[in-house]
């Protein structure tokens, strides 16, 4: 330790010095501001006609009169922060930074400039500065300190902040002026604060706290005894030896670099007591002035303990498994949990409140909250609070195996279980699996109240401030029915450190009121086999404003792989399955993912802020595949680029909608659509392929247009199992592609790709494996085309070029209800067994539809569009014979039943969307016209057994022709069976 006694007597002059001097200056300081702010009011600066008489001793800024004052808004205040234009305004407020109410000190606005007489007798300005808590998160100044003209300080404060400390030598100077600065985004909010301002014209250098805390990796509030800790002392005199202890005990010392700042490695002494300590630094200032500083601690202890909880019990118990604790208000009340125990509910129970638990875990003892005995998970029901399970400022904790509801009847900012770090340390290890979260009734309109909504999900990990985390896992949960989205990792910008260690993976979100996946602020986030469907839906759906299923904001090189994304609603202009957003540094990799018949379409570019502002960000899009999601979306400008190479685009209901701006290289990709085209700006394109109206950009090399003979192009569902758009045997995409260096070693299959040093070209496409022969697929695998869409979100899917679709809602009414059974010529088969926003329906165009089954009656159920209502079929039979058969479905709207088929049923309306993409309400309209679906009977000879029917030819797109919703072998006689 340093001694203090100099020190002491230092301060205790300076205090003295201040009260004698605080009372006379005041009003000579005030009448001088008054003057000065009148002719501030006529001119931009502000001078006194005489130069005010140096202070003495140790003085407030605020009570010595300034030789001149500018100010960016109104005057500067007095002991006050900056308020409206008028001096001694109504609007002005204590200082105040970062929470810390300072009672002396000057309030300005950037651009301000302060200058005070000192007549070469001081020796030191002090100050802590900072942006007023009155801007809230805004603001961004650039404070500085120049002596006679020449900078010997400057320091940059945003709005979240904490004050910085001001130490200046200033011996032999005769002039001070204070300055802030805006920065390049303007003034606004910039309210600077210069709290505590001191001059120092006494005989000794005033000692100043040293600033310390926890390193990175460091968190002190969860020490362990025998582990190591890293602590940051700043503030010190450059190559100044530096002490640390603990509790009072010495644990080691150091020596500051040459910027004042030592960096101090030790052991927690093992056999440390548990709970809350001190720790402590000493050293010399920056003038060799003895100082000292302090940081609060805490010393966990480590234990395996059990607490169970039974909600169910008639009584509170002391948390054996014997006799539980039987309310969330007593697992609260507990106090602070050790590092290794855990917190147990009874499966099959609901316990009702607010789950907030204390305490912090460690690497390898995390705290944990589970569930115990047989049976379904255990319900933590919040019943509105902020979030049902809220753990804050905490490390190494795991939730895990429950049932969490936050329900509501009004809807504010809401989250199912909430991780938060409210400070500036960095905390670790969070693990969040297996859990099923449900009925968050959280913010649901982004327009109205854009906090609300960000802050609103079914699982969110929050920074506040500059805190951060070290280790997020996000796994292996069910997140539905949950306002403003599935899971988040937020941050603000003004973090100083990413989250790192972050993955999300394996979590099954659908029907929330947002976003799928947003992650803030993290450092190499992996994001893998997750799915979001049937996103804006649900119990709390989207209102208003705009989301996206995955994206990343503020972070670095992150990458979404193997995740779906489909079924998306509307909203303003985003609701696209993929975005990469603002403030990404390094590449942003979209790879290996699966979309389908999303409003907004494929991909939104917002790396700049959707505007076209300038970026140096690269993105990545390959070997994905899209299906009815052809639209690109955002613009952007600099030196990134967007390389988009070998994804598989088909679109049979949609045209290709290319909305983005932005340097681009667009390579090996397939686009099948019934239109649209490609942006030539900033642009290039090489060996794409193209098929059904959409034509190749001008310019492009090695295009190559026509069927890309897919296995069963749009028979994707809602999992990344798509097998049909693989290339079959003689596809002239096989081998058609140019190479491309680092593209990730293997395709959307899994196969390995060509890369740059492989002797054979690639293939166009997300397939890079050999052609597949071509064989008879079961219906299911062959099906094209989404002819249902249901109130939710009726612009997924189409019939006709003009985008129309049956109603489920109507067909319900009708008595054709989705996944419940329906006969016809006696054979009976089951109505729309998939989800409803998946593709329904088989677009005859030749293909081979395996069939199984016997009976007398080959049933096709389906209708026709345009004037195609007929064609001829082939069955082939197990005993090798085939027959041919015209195949006849009447058109759905006009069509009647005939001698071989009847109506199944006949709605009472149908929708149509006006856009191929996004809109508002009135893109969607009801058409008040009966739209029917029939069925056709194909007799089967006696002892005759279907192995396969071959459809008629057509166009697989969306066009006029047959459209097939099922083919089911039935109506089998008594007695053969």
Request: glycine residues 14%; contains cysteine.
């Amino acid at each position: 330790m340093y001694p203090q006694t100099s020190a002491k007597r230092a301060v205790q002059r300076a205090t003295k010095d201040l009260a004698k001097t605080a009372a006379a200056a005041a009003s000579a300081a005030l009448m001088a501001a008054t003057l000065i702010a009148a002719e501030t009011a006529a001119s931009p600066a502000a001078t006194a006609a005489e130069l005010p008489t140096p202070p003495t001793g140790v003085v407030y800024a605020s009570d010595v009169p300034w030789a001149s004052m500018s100010n960016g808004w109104g005057p500067a205040e007095l002991d006050m922060s900056n308020g409206g234009q008028a001096l001694g305004d109504a609007n002005r407020r204590p200082l105040t930074i970062d929470g810390t109410v300072y009672a002396k000190g000057i309030g300005t606005h950037a651009a301000s400039s302060i200058t005070y007489n000192l007549g070469g007798q001081c020796r030191q300005f002090l100050a802590q500065v900072g942006v007023d808590d009155t801007q809230g998160d805004r603001g961004r100044v650039d404070f500085k300190v120049l002596v006679d003209g020449v900078e010997r300080f400057a320091g940059e404060r945003k709005g979240p902040d904490g004050a910085l400390p001001v130490n200046v030598d200033l011996r032999g100077g005769t002039t001070l002026q204070l300055k802030v600065e805006a920065g390049p985004e303007g003034n606004g909010n910039d309210h600077a604060d210069w709290a505590d301002a001191k001059i120092n014209c006494s005989d000794e250098f005033l000692a100043v706290p040293l600033r310390v805390e926890g390193s990175v990796g460091t968190n002190l509030n969860s020490l362990v005894p025998g582990t190591p800790a890293a602590v940051v002392v700043r503030d010190l005199q450059p190559l100044g030896e530096v002490a640390v202890t603990l509790g009072g005990e010495n644990v080691t010392t150091g020596v500051a670099d040459q910027s004042g700042v030592a960096t101090l490695t030790f052991v927690v002494p093992v056999g440390t007591k548990g709970g809350a300590t001190e720790l402590g630094v000493s050293g010399p200032g920056p003038f060799g002035t003895p100082s000292s500083g302090t940081a609060k601690a805490n010393i966990v202890t480590i234990s395996s303990t059990k607490y169970f909880v039974d909600c169910s019990a008639p009584t509170a118990g002391d948390g054996t498994r014997e006799s539980p604790l039987n309310s969330i208000a007593q697992v609260n009340a507990h106090g602070a949990f050790a590092a290794g125990e855990s917190i147990l509910f009874r499966a099959g129970t609901s316990c009702h409140g607010a789950l907030t638990p204390g305490g912090t875990g460690v690497a390898d003892h995390p705290i944990t909250l589970a569930s115990y005995g047989d049976g379904a998970k255990p319900t933590i029901n919040g019943g509105g609070a902020v979030a049902a399970i809220q753990i804050t400022n905490a490390n190494h904790w795991t939730v895990t195996g429950l049932h969490v509801v936050n329900p509501s009847d009004t809807p504010i900012r809401r989250v199912g279980i909430l991780i938060e770090n409210s400070g500036t340390a960095q905390t670790a290890g969070i693990v969040v699996a297996g859990n099923h979260v449900e009925d968050v009734a959280g913010w649901r309109n982004k327009a109205t109240n854009g906090a609300g909504f960000a802050q609103s999900a079914g699982i969110m990990v929050r920074t506040w401030g500059k805190g951060s985390v070290d280790g997020i896992t996000i796994t292996d949960n069910e997140v539905n029915d949950a306002a403003g989205g599935g899971v988040k990792i937020s941050a603000p910008d003004t973090t100083e450190r990413y989250n790192t260690k972050v993955y999300v993976a394996r979590n099954n979100i659908h029907e929330v009121g947002g976003d799928a996946i947003v992650i803030h602020n993290s450092d190499a986030p992996l994001i893998e086999h997750n799915s979001g469907l049937n996103l804006g839906q649900g119990a709390h759906p989207y209102e208003g404003g705009n989301f996206a299923g995955m994206w990343p904001y503020n972070s670095k090189n992150p990458v979404f792989q193997f995740n779906v994304v489909g079924n998306s609603t509307t909203s303003v202009y985003d609701s696209t399955a993929w975005d990469c957003d603002m403030k990404i540094v390094g590449t942003c990799l979209f790879q290996y993912n699966y979309s389908y018949g999303n409003a907004g379409g494929f991909y939104l570019n917002c790396v700049s802020n959707c505007g076209g502002g300038a970026t140096a960000t690269n993105v990545v899009l390959r070997y994905n595949i899209a299906q009815d999601d052809c639209r690109l979306g955002g613009s952007s400008s600099g030196t990134g680029k967007h390389y988009i190479y070998n994804n598989t685009f088909y679109c049979p209901s949609r045209v290709f909608l290319d909305d983005m701006t932005g340097p681009r290289e667009v390579r090996n990709n397939i686009f099948v659509a019934p239109g649209g085209g490609l942006k030539t700006a900033s642009a290039v394109y090489a060996s794409n392929a193209y098929f059904g109206g959409i034509l190749p950009p001008a310019g492009e090399t090695g295009s190559v247009l026509g069927d890309p003979r897919l296995v069963a192009g749009g028979s994707g569902q809602s999992s990344l199992s798509v097998p049909g758009y693989r290339l079959l045997s003689g596809s002239p995409l096989l081998g058609a592609g140019v190479r491309i260096n680092d593209d990730g070693g293997r395709d959307f299959f899994g196969n390995p790709t060509s890369g740059a040093s492989s002797v054979g070209a690639p293939n166009i496409g997300a397939y890079q494996g050999p052609g597949v022969a071509a064989a008879a697929l079961p219906f299911g695998a062959l099906v094209n085309q989404t002819s249902v869409a249901n109130a939710a979100n009726p612009r997924n899917g189409a019939v006709t070029s003009d985008r129309r679709t049956f109603s489920e809602e109507a067909l319900a009414a009708a008595g054709l209800v989705s996944g419940e059974g329906y006969a016809a010529f006696g054979v009976s088969s089951v109505w729309h067994p998939t989800a409803v926003g998946t593709p329904d329906t088989l677009k005859a165009a030749g293909q081979e539809v395996a069939v199984s089954g016997k009976g007398r009656t080959l049933l096709v159920t389906g209708f026709s569009t345009g004037n195609v209502s007929s064609g001829v079929a082939t069955v082939h039979f197990t005993n090798g014979q085939k027959r041919d058969v015209v195949l006849s479905l009447p058109n759905w709207l006009t069509g009647v039943a005939s001698d071989t088929s009847v109506v199944v049923a006949e709605s009472a309306y149908h929708q149509r969307h006006r856009q191929a993409y996004i809109g508002g309400p009135s893109t969607v309209v009801r058409v008040d016209e009966p739209a029917r679906v029939f069925a056709t009977k194909i007799d089967i000879p006696p002892a005759f057994e279907v192995s396969r029917v071959t459809l008629p030819q057509g166009s697989a797109l969306v066009d006029e022709g047959l459209n097939i919703m099922d083919i089911a072998v039935g109506n089998l006689p008594v007695g053969l069976g």
